[in-house]
């Protein structure tokens, strides 16, 4: 009895507690519930009976928060309180998904313990319209560029987790990187498996075997988070990739201010050219001992040998000049000139040149003298119609602009071989081709080469002036230049 009393007893001492509420979330608003991309996002919140509160942001694939310092805030990552009841957030959004969007915004008020309660959350849901350009800038080296150059391509983002890097395909180019790797990049496909940097730059370069430029495109698209890309929102840039063929160059125009075919010792003669596909020209000038030439280009002057490149460096791919002749002869001496392109990958094609030949007539004799050498018909005019082909293209001859007629008698009077070039070679070449058992290849150019000397041999053979063992065996000698001047007075 007396254990029950004081059992009693003791109850009654205990306090009494009185059953509290469940906290809750008294009031939970927003400024707009629909924003623009970079708008800012205002929020405020009270709890009830409750011990503080978490405001987080669940993550929504493509919607970045900054807060108003410009730090990123973290979505999934709770702000907790357990002192205050109510407070508000401003946050800018940013939606680089590419399409409307939205995300959720919650408060969880927490018990008196400080423990979230989730069951008095609440949520509000603010909808997002898309960033315009999530890739803000994006440029290249240039809008065109040669086989096998580098080239640079650049990119800038300030919102987005990165892009990734994808080339159009084209049969006929090839494409490395140094930051791919080994080997052929591989077209229309994400090139790196974690994506690239969103603002950065990569170093390309692109190999067309067409023989025409063919372009070739590149697209970055912009990443919403690790591994997951806006493909609505890409930015692309097109560059054209000139072929790795090296075209050969093409002499267009070679001519002179001058229409007489005699030029007086000593009188400045101005000249032009031009070609195409060169990477620039040069002048040579035809053998004659009597004869020595000053050519002046800019401020560069030259007074070559025979045969012999003019200037070095080269000259212009196109210009102007002056050529002044000085004759030691007593009589009229003729002297070619020509024009050789210079091929991209360097040295000079003679075949691709053209040349212009002159008779220089001595001070001694004066300009209006009769020039006592061969006749007028085989004296070439020089004109501008006389140095330029009607197509430079099928131009194989670097003396192919002074064609004379290969019924004219022709009289030899130089001695010629394999390297020799100018008039007197292309007329030898003319004699030749109309016996086509001594010549059956008929190149005429002007230049003393294989075939030529093949011929001459041929020649030497049916007339029995030379044989293997012969010296002077496919070149023309005092012989041979005797038999060529008996044969061409022969066919008159």
Not at 157 to 183: E, F, M, Q, W
Not at 435 to 453: D, L, Q, R
Request: glycine share 8%; hydrophobic share 35%; charged share 15%.
């Amino acid at each position: 009895m007396k254990y029950i009393l004081f059992l009693i007893g003791f109850l009654f001492t205990l306090p009494v507690y009185a059953y509290a509420a469940d906290p809750s979330v008294a009031s939970f608003i927003a400024g707009s519930y629909s924003l623009k991309s970079g708008q800012s996002a205002s929020f405020a919140w009270s709890v009830a009976s409750a011990g503080g509160y978490s405001f987080v942001i669940p993550c929504t694939v493509g919607i970045k928060f900054k807060k108003t310092d410009g730090t990123i805030f973290p979505c999934d990552t709770p702000i907790n309180s357990v002192s205050t009841s109510v407070d508000g957030i401003d946050l800018s959004v940013w939606n680089l998904s590419g399409a409307n969007k939205s995300f959720t915004a919650r408060v969880i008020p927490k018990d008196a313990m400080g423990a979230d309660y989730p069951l008095g959350r609440q949520d509000i849901q603010i909808s997002v319209a898309p960033v315009a350009e999530p890739i803000e800038g994006l440029s290249g080296t240039a809008t065109s560029t040669p086989s096998q150059t580098p080239y640079t391509l650049s990119w800038s983002g300030s919102l987005i987790d990165g892009v990734n890097l994808s080339i159009s395909c084209a049969s006929t180019i090839r494409t490395t990187s140094t930051s791919y790797g080994a080997g052929e990049i591989p077209c229309n496909t994400y090139l790196f498996t974690d994506g690239l940097p969103a603002s950065g730059s990569i170093p390309l370069s692109f190999n067309n075997s067409d023989p025409f430029a063919q372009n070739i495109t590149m697209t970055l698209t912009p990443m919403m988070a690790s591994g997951i890309y806006n493909g609505m929102q890409t930015k692309s840039m097109t560059v054209s990739v000139e072929s790795n063929i090296i075209p050969d160059p093409i002499t267009t125009t070679f001519s002179v201010s001058t229409t007489t075919e005699r030029i007086p010792d000593g009188v400045p003669i101005s000249f032009s050219w031009a070609t195409e596909k060169s990477a620039g020209a040069n002048l040579q000038i035809s053998c004659n001992e009597n004869i020595s030439v000053l050519f002046t280009v800019g401020s560069a002057s030259s007074t070559p040998k025979c045969g012999v490149i003019a200037f070095d460096p080269r000259i212009s791919a196109s210009g102007t000049g002056t050529v002044v002749f000085t004759n030691k002869s007593a009589v009229s001496e003729q002297i070619t000139i020509m024009l050789v392109p210079e091929r991209k990958t360097g040295g000079f094609d003679a075949t691709r040149g053209k040349d212009i030949s002159f008779w220089i007539v001595p001070k001694t004799i004066g300009a209006s003298a009769t020039v006592a050498t061969p006749t007028s018909s085989a004296i070439p005019t020089v004109t501008q119609a006389s140095i330029q082909t009607s197509s430079p293209l099928t131009t194989t001859s670097a003396i192919g602009a002074q064609t004379t007629s290969p019924q004219a008698k022709k009289i030899f009077t130089k001695p010629l071989a394999r390297g020799s070039f100018g008039a007197e070679v292309r007329a030898l070449q003319e004699f030749l081709k109309k016996n086509p058992a001594f010549y059956p290849e008929g190149i005429v150019n002007g230049n003393f080469g294989p075939a030529t000397a093949r011929a001459v041999k041929r020649l030497q053979e049916k007339y029995g002036l030379a044989s293997t063992k012969t010296p002077g065996y496919g070149s023309v000698g005092p012989k041979t230049r005797a038999l060529l001047n008996s044969l061409a007075k022969g066919t008159d």
